[in-house]
């Protein structure tokens, strides 16, 4: 090769490369999404927080036009995925699950020494919602939440609960229990919330904090949202029982990394909730045991906040216990 | 019962799922090629696997890495009555007969019943496990923190009290496993404990590459200091036993069944007891004890009947109490919560398909490894032609590559090095090492029962004299260790105390 040619290659293929980045560039700005989308799911396969994702993504694929493909990075309860997800581009092309509060947990403990905040993202929807009820065995003299409250405010430190893990939701609310009734409970940490209900089941602990799969044989005493749950309407909350601060809901729901054109946002989060507003993808959600409950556009960004401020003081609570 | 028998029945179809036939096809081969191997034990074989069976999912790679360990139980036989050599550490009792039958011309009677006696052994072994699984594990809901705590407690001294040899080195060896436990983040609260910043060491130290090297690494440059095995010296003829060799070998393997099963309930105790104590008690009632030693069918045929139903009974405490009693266990063990799946009360309560499945596989294993050993004995008998040496590099190939696998961090690969020379070492100055791997496998289930007890007594220590069963079971541990002190004082003679590493 001489080296006109060479030349001329090379000024030939620096202009198709250019050609090409303003091309994708100019499409992305006009017609995003226009290549498949990345989904990370910060836990492994098969799980809950999985399984939400993968009926969504199938979802989507049709309503956006590309395909979705999920990938699973697990590790230090999400907090691999989640980092991995604030360092992707801002492009849209990469979007990501996340679980509340484990998201606010990980943030807001010291030693975890994230490498995200909650401005790390943009928050495209809340998707499912698990709350946390507590429970006691059907022969046990407490029938409301009252009676439970009074009973660990005079038994101060004898009351056994277990959580799945430390700073779950179940610890939280725990947490927040303490605060309530102005008393100490003995919390044991387990392996996941099946190892914690069998605790609770053998007798071992006193009262179950836990999610209404795990209800069938209890006599549950108070359901943690702010309102009563339509799927359970039976249950009183904690807030109509007179204890409004004992409110604890895991949910989970979808973010990109901060910084995302505004039309690439708007057309995630208009795309999303079209999407999970309908009956198909809901009926399909309850049939794996998921109860949809969406939070659309700019409200899930201040739930999303409002749950993490309402997080900060029980993790301090409980790393100041360590 | 009914509930049971269906669990079974779905189990064995589970395992003959194309898939999982074919990992227990591939398992039953690589197991009979480790066993006719000497120096390779399967704890090594099943370590070095374990990297490559990441992505099949629990049941076939349980399949796969348990076919393995009943695999050189059949493998070991040949080399046993071929060459002399045991290919396994519970093979050395076939040696006594099988091989003085193989030099009088009975070679292939001796493998026939050889292979006979195994089937049976591993089927009704099987048979009986499946019986008491259940009602075993249906304990699982009394068992909580504090009881679990006692068990590993029970664990470990028998382990510990099991190996023959020094018990101070194996009390010793014990806690420097649990102390390798402490590595990384702890368990309930994430702080990183002994790590030194360095974050390769925040998920602990890795099992598999400790696994590795210890067994692995370790038993390769032992085997570098062997001379290599003789020639085999007999020709194979027919692999039936002649009749009335038969109907003394029947008797036999029912007996050695029975107290191969037996010994084996017992964690932590080595294949090689029960297969030594089947054969004497063979040689006591046997009306020409004079022809022990010399060629007797119904010492190969009680022996192996007694190694395989020891390998069948071992599981029993492995997947009802999560107690690995041995090295080969350990690493099985190791499979089980790789795949996310803890062996233990709940393992059946929660994990019902995986488990019957994996016990469904046992039967089939079985019926794989007779046709392996039965009409294809003569294949095998080729591998004794391979030069060791081209052997040993491809098997530490293997390690560092399979180590490598793991996280893809040089770390480990020097972790599975550093094991493998503590090892040798270990090894030369006879101390040994499976209560090492058993008490880190155990330490981090230790401690964080330890932990959930003290936390749900609200600190009382005396929680584990209030509760019953952990009362009973600490009681047992003590008892154990009082019984094994005395033994070390006054050492028993009839039971050898050889401690192989391969010691399945």
Same mark, same amino acid.
């Given at each position: 090769?001489?080296?006109?040619?060479?030349?001329?290659?090379?000024?030939?293929?620096?202009?198709?490369?250019?050609?090409?980045?303003?091309?994708?560039?100019?499409?992305?700005?006009?017609?995003?999404?226009?290549?498949?989308?990345?989904?990370?799911?910060?836990?492994?396969?098969?799980?809950?927080?999985?399984?939400?994702?993968?009926?969504?993504?199938? *979802?989507?694929?049709?309503?956006?036009?590309?395909?979705?493909?999920?990938?699973?990075?697990?590790?230090?309860?999400?907090?691999?995925?989640?980092?991995?997800?604030?360092?992707?581009?801002?492009?849209?092309?990469?979007?990501?699950?996340?679980?509340?509060?484990?998201? *606010?947990?990980?943030?807001?403990?010291?030693?975890?020494?994230?490498?995200?905040?909650?401005?790390?993202?943009?928050?495209?929807?809340?998707?499912?919602?698990?709350?946390?009820?507590?429970?006691?065995?059907?022969?046990?003299?407490?029938?409301?939440?009252?009676?439970?409250?009074?009973?660990?405010?005079?038994?101060?430190?004898?009351?056994?609960?277990?959580?799945?893990?430390?700073?779950?939701?179940?610890?939280?609310?725990?947490?927040?229990?303490?605060?309530?009734?102005?008393?100490?409970?003995?919390?044991?940490?387990?392996?996941?919330?099946?190892?914690?209900?069998?605790?609770?089941?053998?007798?071992?602990?006193?009262?179950?904090?836990?999610?209404?799969?795990?209800?069938?044989?209890?006599?549950?005493?108070?359901?943690?949202?702010?309102?009563?749950?339509?799927?359970?309407? *039976?249950?009183?909350?904690?807030?109509?029982?007179?204890?409004?601060?004992?409110?604890?809901?895991?949910?989970?729901?979808?973010?990109?990394?901060?910084?995302?054109?505004?039309?690439?946002?708007?057309?995630?989060?208009?795309?999303?909730?079209?999407?999970?507003?309908?009956?198909?993808?809901?009926?399909?959600?309850?049939?794996?045991?998921?109860?949809?409950?969406?939070?659309?556009?700019?409200?899930?960004?201040?739930?999303?906040?409002?749950?993490?401020?309402?997080?900060?003081?029980?993790?301090?609570?409980?790393?100041?216990?360590? | 019962?009914?509930?049971?028998?269906?669990?079974?029945?779905?189990?064995?179809?589970?395992?003959?799922?194309?898939?999982?036939?074919?990992?227990?096809?591939?398992?039953?081969?690589?197991?009979?090629?480790?066993? +006719? @191997?000497?120096?390779?034990?399967?704890?090594?074989?099943?370590?070095?696997?374990?990297?490559?069976?990441?992505?099949?999912?629990?049941?076939?790679?349980?399949?796969?890495?348990?076919?393995?360990?009943?695999?050189?139980?059949?493998?070991?036989?040949?080399?046993?009555?071929?060459?002399?050599?045991?290919?396994?550490?519970?093979? #050395?009792?076939?040696?006594? /007969?099988?091989?003085?039958?193989?030099?009088?011309?009975?070679?292939?009677?001796?493998?026939?019943?050889?292979?006979?006696?195994?089937? &049976?052994?591993?089927?009704?072994?099987?048979?009986?496990?499946? #019986? @008491?699984?259940?009602?075993?594990?249906?304990?699982?809901?009394?068992?909580?923190?504090?009881?679990?705590?006692?068990?590993?407690? +029970?664990?470990?001294?028998?382990?510990?009290?099991? $190996?023959?040899?020094?018990?101070?080195?194996?009390?010793?060896?014990?806690?420097?496993?649990?102390?390798?436990?402490?590595?990384?983040?702890?368990?309930?609260?994430?702080?990183?404990?002994?790590?030194?910043?360095?974050?390769?060491?925040? /998920?602990?130290?890795?099992?598999?590459?400790?696994?590795?090297?210890? &067994?692995?690494?370790?038993?390769?440059?032992?085997?570098?200091?062997?001379?290599?095995?003789?020639?085999?010296?007999?020709?194979?003829?027919?692999? &039936?036993?002649?009749?009335?060799?038969?109907? /003394?070998?029947?008797?036999?393997?029912?007996?050695?069944?029975?107290?191969?099963?037996?010994?084996?309930?017992?964690?932590?105790?080595?294949?090689?007891?029960?297969?030594?104590?089947?054969?004497?008690?063979?040689?006591?009632?046997? $009306?020409?004890?004079? $022809?022990?030693?010399?060629?007797?069918?119904?010492?190969?045929?009680?022996?192996?009947?007694?190694?395989?139903?020891?390998?069948?009974?071992?599981?029993?405490?492995?997947?009802?109490?999560?107690?690995?009693?041995?090295?080969?266990?350990?690493? @099985?063990?190791?499979?089980?919560?790789?795949?996310?799946?803890?062996?233990?009360?709940?393992?059946?309560? /929660?994990?019902?398909?995986?488990?019957?499945?994996?016990?469904?596989?046992?039967?089939?294993?079985? #019926?794989?490894?007779?046709?392996?050993?039965?009409? @294809?004995?003569?294949?095998?008998?080729?591998?004794? $032609?391979?030069?060791?040496?081209?052997?040993?590099?491809?098997?530490? +190939?293997?390690?560092?590559?399979?180590?490598?696998?793991?996280?893809?961090?040089?770390?480990?690969?020097?972790?599975? !090095?550093?094991?493998?020379?503590?090892?040798?070492?270990?090894?030369?100055?006879?101390?040994?090492?499976?209560?090492?791997? !058993?008490?880190?496998?155990?330490?981090?289930?230790?401690?964080?029962?330890?932990?959930?007890?003290?936390?749900?007594?609200?600190?009382?220590?005396?929680?584990?004299?209030?509760?019953?069963?952990?009362?009973?079971?600490?009681?047992?541990?003590?008892? !154990?260790?009082?019984?094994?002190?005395?033994?070390?004082?006054?050492?028993?003679?009839?039971?050898?105390?050889?401690?192989?590493?391969?010691?399945?």
């Amino acid at each position: 090769m001489n080296n006109f040619t060479r030349k001329v290659g090379a000024v030939s293929v620096v202009s198709i490369l250019g050609l090409a980045a303003m091309a994708s560039t100019a499409l992305a700005q006009s017609s995003y999404p226009d290549r498949a989308i990345r989904m990370i799911v910060p836990f492994s396969a098969g799980g809950g927080t999985d399984l939400g994702a993968r009926l969504l993504a199938d *979802d989507l694929e049709e309503a956006l036009g590309v395909s979705i493909t999920v990938e699973n990075v697990p590790g230090a309860g999400s907090q691999l995925g989640l980092t991995e997800l604030a360092n992707a581009e801002p492009d849209g092309y990469t979007i990501g699950a996340l679980n509340q509060p484990a998201f *606010d947990t990980i943030i807001l403990s010291p030693e975890r020494q994230a490498a995200f905040n909650v401005d790390s993202f943009d928050y495209i929807i809340g998707h499912v919602a698990e709350p946390l009820v507590i429970a006691v065995m059907p022969d046990s003299p407490y029938n409301s939440l009252a009676d439970l409250v009074a009973d660990a405010r005079a038994r101060s430190g004898e009351l056994r609960v277990a959580t799945s893990g430390l700073l779950t939701p179940e610890h939280l609310a725990q947490l927040q229990l303490e605060q309530v009734a102005d008393t100490r409970l003995r919390i044991a940490h387990f392996n996941g919330a099946a190892e914690s209900m069998t605790q609770f089941r053998g007798g071992r602990t006193d009262i179950a904090f836990t999610t209404p799969s795990f209800l069938e044989g209890l006599k549950p005493l108070a359901i943690l949202t702010t309102e009563r749950l339509a799927a359970l309407p *039976d249950i009183p909350t904690a807030v109509e029982q007179g204890f409004p601060e004992l409110v604890m809901v895991s949910t989970r729901g979808f973010a990109a990394p901060a910084g995302l054109p505004d039309d690439v946002l708007d057309r995630l989060r208009e795309a999303f909730s079209e999407v999970a507003n309908t009956p198909e993808h809901q009926e399909r959600a309850a049939a794996s045991g998921l109860t949809v409950d969406v939070v659309a556009g700019d409200e899930y960004d201040a739930y999303v906040r409002q749950i993490h401020e309402a997080a900060r003081p029980l993790v301090e609570l409980s790393t100041q216990r360590q | 019962m009914d509930s049971a028998f269906s669990f079974w029945m779905a189990g064995i179809a589970e395992a003959m799922q194309p898939t999982n036939l074919l990992f227990a096809i591939i398992g039953c081969t690589i197991g009979t090629l480790v066993g +006719v @191997l000497p120096g390779l034990g399967p704890a090594a074989a099943m370590a070095i696997l374990i990297p490559f069976t990441y992505d099949l999912g629990p049941v076939p790679a349980i399949v796969m890495l348990s076919s393995i360990y009943f695999g050189t139980q059949y493998g070991g036989t040949i080399t046993s009555v071929l060459v002399n050599v045991p290919g396994e550490s519970t093979s #050395v009792v076939t040696c006594l /007969d099988g091989h003085p039958m193989a030099k009088s011309g009975r070679a292939g009677a001796a493998l026939g019943i050889a292979a006979i006696g195994s089937l &049976f052994a591993g089927i009704a072994g099987t048979l009986i496990l499946m #019986v @008491l699984a259940l009602p075993l594990s249906s304990l699982a809901l009394r068992f909580g923190p504090v009881e679990t705590f006692a068990l590993l407690i +029970v664990g470990l001294t028998l382990v510990m009290s099991f $190996r023959g040899g020094s018990l101070i080195a194996a009390m010793a060896m014990t806690i420097v496993g649990l102390m390798l436990a402490l590595i990384g983040l702890d368990p309930v609260q994430g702080a990183p404990r002994y790590t030194f910043g360095n974050s390769s060491l925040f /998920d602990g130290v890795e099992l598999v590459a400790v696994i590795m090297g210890l &067994f692995g690494v370790a038993e390769l440059l032992l085997s570098l200091e062997e001379r290599q095995a003789k020639p085999i010296t007999s020709e194979l003829t027919s692999l &039936f036993p002649r009749k009335e060799e038969r109907k /003394d070998a029947a008797a036999a393997i029912v007996r050695g069944t029975g107290v191969g099963f037996a010994l084996g309930l017992i964690p932590g105790m080595a294949g090689i007891v029960p297969t030594f104590m089947a054969y004497a008690l063979e040689r006591r009632l046997s $009306r020409h004890p004079e $022809r022990f030693g010399k060629g007797a069918i119904e010492g190969v045929a009680t022996a192996e009947a007694a190694n395989n139903a020891h390998a069948q009974a071992s599981m029993v405490p492995l997947l009802t109490l999560g107690i690995p009693g041995t090295a080969t266990l350990a690493v @099985l063990m190791g499979a089980f919560m790789i795949n996310g799946i803890t062996p233990g009360p709940f393992l059946f309560m /929660d994990h019902p398909e995986t488990v019957w499945a994996v016990i469904g596989s046992f039967i089939v294993g079985n #019926v794989v490894l007779f046709v392996l050993n039965f009409p @294809l004995v003569r294949i095998w008998v080729q591998v004794l $032609r391979i030069p060791p040496n081209y052997l040993r590099v491809a098997i530490l +190939v293997f390690c560092m590559l399979g180590t490598y696998t793991l996280r893809q961090n040089i770390f480990d690969v020097m972790i599975m !090095i550093a094991f493998g020379v503590l090892g040798y070492v270990f090894k030369k100055v006879n101390w040994p090492t499976v209560p090492l791997v !058993i008490a880190l496998i155990l330490g981090p289930m230790l401690e964080r029962s330890l932990r959930q007890s003290l936390e749900l007594s609200d600190g009382a220590f005396s929680v584990f004299l209030t509760t019953p069963i952990a009362a009973g079971l600490l009681a047992f541990s003590g008892v !154990i260790l009082i019984v094994s002190i005395v033994a070390t004082a006054r050492p028993a003679k009839n039971i050898p105390t050889t401690q192989p590493s391969s010691n399945p």
